[in-house]
């Protein structure tokens, strides 16, 4: 146990783009355990766009971000040290950790990973993880897609996006498109994850692309990016049409110059609503989302993709990458390997 | 009669402020109902910013309007010719009609006025109309104050907003702040219809005056106008806040060059709601809205002012002067004097 750890320290705010240079690579002693804490070996971290709004000095939700402090990320592990029966040594744990590939998680804050046959450690990363909890519930309880709806849904090859494709194919609509931005992630779309039409919103025109798609204008629209693409949705939906707010990436990365949203008044001029919602609102009733995505997962009806990155010293150009849309699926940064039976 | 008919016919779309120009002040016969049609002496006609999107040619609700067509509003009138024993001849009655003197009504379309004692006719355009509907069911349905709650509205002092005020006063919430143009308006609501704070945003930096009157964030938004209040609104709300997406008078009158929206992603940051309704979706539901208004207004605790002008030849001006903020409760023209029974 002489390993100095690694870690991520935040070393600036990003005034625009996030890049390595808003991060130092520390080299540290170990962290030792305090009372009623783990010691775990990372092995998954999570690279999530929402890690960009933790670094913006108005953070309204996440963890305190100040500069000099460890950046924040889910990670999946394996206890190393540890002195709660519920988490002995060995067992596999996620929480909220750091960038790090050592660190420290309160037992009140560690879950233990259940050990499902047939779903490795990966899988949990992908779909059983708090961007499952915003795929399920932002489109069941906010958006409620029924039969006949058009759904649409924004950054749909990635981590939230891909799922809330499959299940809203799961759930019943008429009419299912996707948007995203290259070919290979539009033939996924189509080929494996089920859309009807998936639109690459860089080579197409966007207006002109969903009046093709959505013949009978937009009932459903998952918005994972705000902009320009929510301001041609809602010039196209139709009377009590719901937007399930889940986030704007195209929004973080700017410095806050986005284009003000034009076609605000079609909410009422349509009698739709748009709503936005947290995962962490649905924590108590993750076990409800994970039992039916095991399930359509083990009956082949749900699949995952991770973007797999080798290496926490590739967190920062990882993270960087989410915002230039480098990611099929959810991005993961392997920091240790997984233990064999575990692997994918 | 023998009396040649007055009415305004629609002359051309207005291309940014509405005003006279728009409309044809015409001299015509008296109309003649066909079978299942009433002809109707209008007493009083309803101004209401509405029908400056109904001269649009993208109107999505409401009749359509083509130019040279008679201009649509909702009157209330007294019936003059009928063959319907539920309209007799002398009968109070109202719906849509036309900017006109006199005018027909189709009997299915013609709603009774009810006698009720102590409400003269004018009572029944500011209490019992859409707007009351719209006001009613906005508040108690869509945006659903609780006793804890920051409530603002904007366009305070109109047909919609006076209501909201004072329904936001009777159900309960901590602090009701109403916005409207002018010093005038503000003393009415604050001194009359119950505000704890009423913001002129002719005067008063929107931004700093939302502030000091919320200094505990806001909860409620009741929106009639749009535009820069409601970017101000969003950048201040609370988890879980809600918006009742009312209108946007500020929308209608710009020839469609109105600003962006730049806040709408506080919707996902805060997980709020905005959402818009239509009047006409709770008709159904009136007699509940209308009982709770009168046995309110009869406990003295809901009171109306009309913005009463007389003389039809007036309503083009009546409706420019809506957006220039003129009016003081909801405009009414009256068009020809109400029966001395039912007088204010």
Redesign the interface.
Known sequence: MNTPNRLWRIASRPTDAVSRQNFLWAEESLPEPCEGELLVRVVYLSIDPVQRYWLSPDA??GPPTDVGMPMPGRIWGVVEKSSSPAFPPGALVAGPGIWARWCTLPVAAAEPVPDWPGIPLLAHTSLFCMQALTAYFGLLEIARPRPTDTVVVSAAAGAVGSLVVQLARINGCARLVAIAGSEEKCRWLREQLGADTAINYRTMDIGQALDAACPDGIDVYY?NV?GGI??AVLARINAHARIA????IS?YDDGGH?????N???????????????CF?YVPRAGEAFDAIRRWHEQGRISYRAHLVKGLEQAPDALAGIFAGRNTGKTVIEVSPPPPENAA
């Open positions: 309204t939700f918005d705000g929510l301001d707010c889940g986030g704007f929004h986005q284009q003000g949203i034009r605000f008044q079609m909410l009422a001029l349509k009698q739709a609503r748009a709503e936005g919602f947290s609102d």
